[in-house]
Nanobody
Framework: QVQLVETGGGSAQAGDSLRLSCVVS????????MAWFRQAPRKEREFVAG????????YYTDSVKGRFTISRDSAKNTVDLRMNSLKPEDTAVYYC????????????????WGQGTQVTVSS
C-alpha cells in the first residue's frame, strides 16, 4: 500500500522560493502519475503540477508555468515541487497525490493523498 508524506512549505514573502517534497513509501510503477494539488480557503482543490513516474514528463497549470518545477527522484522515491517567484495567490494547503491510471488533473481520479502542507505567501 502506497503512502505519501509531504514536507516543506511554511511562510514566505512574495517573490521568495520554497520547496515541497513528497516521500512515497510502497511500490510505485512507471505507469503511475504523481501530482501536486492545492486547496485555498473556501476553494476547490486544484491541480498544480504533475509528472509521469516512468518518463518524467511534466505538466503544469497555467498560473504556475515558468515559476514552479516538479521533479522526481526514482532512487529516493520522492517528488519535489520547487516554487519560485511566489505570489500571495499561491497561498494554500498543498497535497501530493498518486494516480495509478496515468496523467489526470481531476481530483476525483486520485485515491491516494498525503496529509497536506501549508504554504502561506504574504505581500
Amino acid at each position: 500500500q502506497v503512502q505519501l508524506v509531504e514536507t516543506g512549505g511554511g511562510s514566505a514573502q512574495a517573490g521568495d522560493s520554497l520547496r515541497l517534497s513528497c516521500v512515497v513509501s510502497g511500490r510505485i510503477y512507471s505507469s503511475h502519475f504523481m501530482a501536486w494539488f492545492r486547496q485555498a480557503p473556501r476553494k476547490e482543490r486544484e491541480f498544480v503540477a504533475g509528472i509521469r513516474w516512468g518518463t518524467g514528463g511534466t505538466y503544469y497549470t497555467d498560473s504556475v508555468k515558468g515559476r514552479f518545477t516538479i521533479s522526481r527522484d526514482s532512487a529516493k522515491n520522492t517528488v519535489d515541487l520547487r516554487m519560485n517567484s511566489l505570489k500571495p495567490e499561491d497561498t494554500a494547503v498543498y497535497y501530493c497525490g498518486l494516480n495509478r491510471g496515468g496523467y489526470e488533473t481531476t481530483v476525483t481520479t486520485y485515491n491516494t493523498w498525503g496529509q497536506g502542507t501549508q504554504v502561506t505567501v504574504s505581500s
